[in-house]
């Protein structure tokens, strides 16, 4: 019997995976579904393996479902498929109660026997903060944004009380629980399906053919060309209006704004701002447009010998005229950082007078910290898009003219696949252009994974920066429950990063989406995309 398990699925993986398969088929495709492009490819379709990208900003919410989820307005938790939750006094168990009647999908490698319950959820989560689980080290054992957030440290257990009941014990009290258990990363996958892999030997196809119990299934993956959904027909919110989703991640021939103007694909996500008056022209696309939270940023390699003087760092924060960054490449749309936490947050603290262009005093800084002669350095630069960088490369090169205004010659790097997971073992290597895009509307989410001694540790913090007075506040802001308290502590630590620069702020974008406008029912957040399940075509 195992035998005969391990052939079936091996011949899946062989079949399913391809180098490179046929061209999308536009027209087919738009006759039961829609086509999305504006993103590069998964290496995973696991999002409790990423920080960022493709598999945890867009798969993730139509593959799986998380306990709870975040409003977009208020950005508070609420249910999902735990339809309620229990705190105790001293905040440290959560009891959720899960909807019944939650199914799995049924895919060409599994066909659950149940609909999800408690068993499922521990299965999931222990995975993430149990090293001797099964599981854990399969696909390396790196749960990066988790690490990020000290996740395994604060989680010291997830019981099933029964079968539609689960228990979260933390070490301490933390408010940001909630939020982050809200996450696209926090997603919940099938045991059964696991067990099933685990007789087969092949572990692996858990994040490689994955099985959720979100609105759409993975019918078929062709590398560096498409990600095709089809519809889960037993969804527990309601099946979704269209039939298929097809992600176009080629490279091939015209850019995605041309293969959105000549119908080659239907949704463009996070648009050039270069692209937005020419999307505007033509009336039979839309353009969704919502405030986000993100920041676009220079993280900078502390541990490089000039660089690990504050003076080097301020200088190069006060070289950059953020400014005409804002109009040459974001086009209006964006604004001006002048902390990490962007304006709509709540314990956003702008500080003008740390965060400003001012050429002379750069240069007094670099003569102050003994480099009047000039330094070289090297930039790492992403070249996809983001809605915190709608063009790296063009900032970049903007970057690179500022820092040789003050005698520093900037070599830039290019990195088509660039990831903190990457950096963090990067050498040779002074700043990196990156930036961040908010999984909740907490505080915490910007400056624990960015910045904290646990992220700096875990390889997130590619600054490898560790300040153990910023970390304190953090750690305090966690358990503090009365809100004024909580954004005071926030502020400070906003005042220390505004001091020692081990990240130099650049600016916010805002969160862009063209679709054909034949096209209705797209949910805008924040945050990450939303399920397609409403998405229906009109016309």
């Given amino acids: 019997m195992r035998a005969f398990i391990q052939l079936t699925l091996s011949f899946f993986a062989a079949g399913f995976l391809t180098g490179c398969g046929e061209e999308i088929n536009h027209e087919k495709a738009r006759q039961t579904g829609f086509v999305f492009c504006g993103q590069a490819g998964p290496a995973t379709f696991n999002p409790q393996l990423v920080d960022s990208g493709i598999?945890?900003?867009?798969?993730?919410?139509?593959?799986?479902?998380?306990?709870?989820?975040?409003?977009?307005?208020?950005?508070?938790?609420?249910?999902?498929?735990?339809?309620?939750?229990?705190?105790?006094?001293?905040?440290?168990?959560?009891?959720?109660?899960?909807?019944?009647?939650?199914?799995?999908?049924?895919?060409?490698w599994f066909t659950p026997s149940r609909t999800l319950t408690a068993d499922d959820v521990v299965f999931s989560f222990r995975r993430i903060i149990d090293p001797s689980h099964p599981f854990h080290m399969v696909g390396g054992g790196l749960y990066p944004w988790f690490s990020g957030i000290n996740f395994q440290n604060s989680l010291l257990d997830v019981i099933a009380i029964d079968e539609y009941k689960v228990k979260f014990v933390l070490a301490k009290?933390?408010?940001?629980?909630?939020?982050?258990?809200?996450?696209?990363?926090?997603?919940?996958h099938s045991k059964e399906y696991a067990g099933q892999l685990r007789l087969a030997d092949e572990l692996a196809m858990i994040d490689s053919h994955p099985v959720g119990t979100g609105p759409f299934y993975l019918n078929e993956f062709q590398v560096n060309d498409l990600v095709r959904l089809k519809r889960h027909p037993f969804y527990w919110a309601g099946e979704a209006k269209m039939k298929q989703v097809v992600f176009d991640i080629s490279h091939r021939g015209t850019g995605t704004l041309a293969k959105l103007l000549r119908n080659e694909c239907d949704v463009l996500t996070s648009p050039r701002s270069s692209q937005i008056p020419t999307i505007k022209a033509h009336d039979e696309l839309t353009l969704n447009v919502k405030p986000a939270m993100n920041i676009s940023y220079i993280a900078v390699n502390t541990e490089h010998p000039a660089l690990s003087d504050v003076r080097v760092r301020r200088a190069l924060n006060h070289a950059i005229n953020r400014q005409n960054i804002l109009d040459s490449v974001y086009y209006g749309t964006g604004s001006q950082a002048f902390s990490v936490l962007p304006q709509n947050s709540w314990a956003y603290n702008g500080d003008s007078i740390q965060i400003r262009y001012d050429r002379n005093y750069a240069i007094a800084l670099l003569r102050d910290a003994g480099y009047s002669e000039g330094l070289t350095l090297n930039m790492l630069v992403p070249l996809e898009?983001?809605?915190?960088?709608?063009?790296?490369?063009?900032?970049?090169?903007?970057?690179?003219?500022?820092?040789?205004d003050i005698g520093i010659t900037l070599n830039l790097l290019t990195d088509d696949r660039f990831s903190s997971q990457v950096t963090g073992?990067?050498?040779?290597?002074?700043?990196?252009?990156?930036?961040?895009?908010?999984?909740?509307?907490?505080?915490?989410?910007?400056?624990?994974?960015?910045?904290?001694?646990?992220?700096?540790?875990?390889?997130?913090?590619?600054?490898?920066?560790?300040?153990?007075?910023?970390?304190?506040?953090?750690?305090?802001?966690?358990?503090?429950?009365?809100?004024?308290?909580?954004?005071?502590?926030?502020?400070?630590?906003?005042?220390?990063?505004?001091?020692?620069f081990p990240v130099i702020p650049l600016n916010h974008g805002m969160q862009f989406q063209a679709h054909d406008s034949s096209l209705v029912g797209f949910k805008m957040s924040p945050f990450n995309a939303q399920p397609f399940d409403q998405v229906e075509r009109i016309r």
């Fill in 385 to 404: 898009p983001r809605s915190y960088n709608p063009s790296p490369r063009k900032t970049a090169e903007l970057i690179q003219a500022n820092m040789a």
């Fill in 55 to 108: 598999t945890s900003e867009t798969l993730s919410s139509q593959l799986f479902d998380t306990l709870l989820t975040l409003d977009s307005t208020t950005y508070q938790p609420k249910a999902s498929i735990a339809e309620s939750w229990q705190v105790n006094e001293s905040g440290t168990e959560y009891l959720f109660t899960l909807k019944k009647g939650v199914s799995f999908q049924s895919t060409a």
């Fill in 425 to 500: 073992n990067t050498d040779k290597v002074d700043l990196f252009l990156t930036g961040w895009i908010a999984d909740t509307g907490d505080p915490d989410n910007f400056l624990r994974p960015l910045l904290s001694c646990d992220s700096e540790r875990a390889g997130q913090n590619i600054s490898r920066w560790c300040n153990s007075d910023f970390d304190f506040l953090l750690d305090l802001a966690l358990e503090v429950e009365t809100p004024r308290y909580r954004v005071n502590l926030y502020k400070q630590a906003q005042n220390i990063l505004n001091s020692e």
């Fill in 173 to 188: 009290p933390d408010n940001t629980f909630l939020s982050n258990i809200a996450t696209s990363h926090a997603v919940i």
